[in-house]
């Protein structure tokens, strides 16, 4: 697969979020890195051409259908789906992020992190791309029901995520959780959803290494 580009820009002081009388936030240095970096990447300006991944997650929805860009990042994916007529709703933990998305496609991304999604039946869509492998292993369960709490019935969901074991920090210093497609496959049922594809390959991050990776499409059930 080709090498992804990398994001990120400045601030970092206000991830501090109430949920069910707990505080949770992103990580902080996995979120520095995003909001460090966006400006370095011209290329996040850029459109390009949308990818097998998001047209075939975009087959599975009702024609002008809204969809949660969970950790949207650039919102390259969002300004695709709004090109299709589909109604996107990006939101990402970075401040860099939403400012970059929002400068480069004009397409009110808004500052939301996993564990704000509280939505009820409020989507045909949630495409979380390569941004759920941020959140601690332990928390995957909640989120992924929280996900299924804010689709319609039969909603679909597109998750990305490195596989492999164990929660580790990169050299960037982002913190990641890594899945087998077994276990991935599990909390997804677990969750609520039929997966009706898995795709393995390997791609090259900011990093430099090349990845294992996992991508599902799901339905929820019902
Ligand atoms: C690897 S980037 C992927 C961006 C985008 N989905 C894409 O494919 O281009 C991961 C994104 O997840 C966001 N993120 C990390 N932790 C998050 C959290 N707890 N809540 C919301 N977004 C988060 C980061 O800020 C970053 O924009």
């Known amino acids: 697969m080709a090498q992804r580009p990398c994001w990120g820009a400045a601030d970092n002081d ?6 069910n009388g707990a505080f949770l936030m992103p990580d902080k240095q996995t979120i520095a890195f995003y909001d460090s970096a966006a400006e370095r990447y011209a290329n996040l300006f ?14 599975l929805l009702p024609a002008g259908g809204a969809v949660l860009d969970l950790g949207c990042g650039p919102a390259r994916a969002s300004a ?4 299709a007529g589909f109604l996107p709703d990006p939101v990402d933990a970075s401040t860099g992020m939403i ?6 496609h004009n397409i009110g991304a808004r500052l939301l992190t996993f564990d704000d999604v509280d939505m009820v039946a409020a ?7 390569f941004s759920l492998l941020h959140a601690p292993r332990a928390d995957l369960p909640r989120i992924l029901a929280a996900i299924a709490t804010a689709l319609r019935p039969r909603g679909a969901l597109h998750v990305a995520m490195k596989t492999g074991t164990g929660e580790e920090r990169d050299t960037l210093d982002r913190k990641y959780t890594y899945v087998s497609v077994p276990e991935l496959n599990g909390l997804l049922d677990e969750a609520g959803f039929d997966v009706l594809a898995t795709v393995e390959g390997k791609e090259v991050g900011c990093t430099g290494t090349n990845d294992p990776l996992v991508v599902m499409r799901a339905r929820k059930r019902g």
């Open 99 to 104: 400012e970059l998305a929002n400068k480069a």
């Open 80 to 83: 695709h789906m709004r090109d």
């Open 46 to 59: 850029e459109k390009g051409s949308a990818g097998k991944n998001l047209n075939d997650f975009l087959a």
């Open 123 to 129: 989507y045909d869509g949630v495409w979380a791309n």
């Open 14 to 19: 206000r991830h501090s979020l109430p949920l």
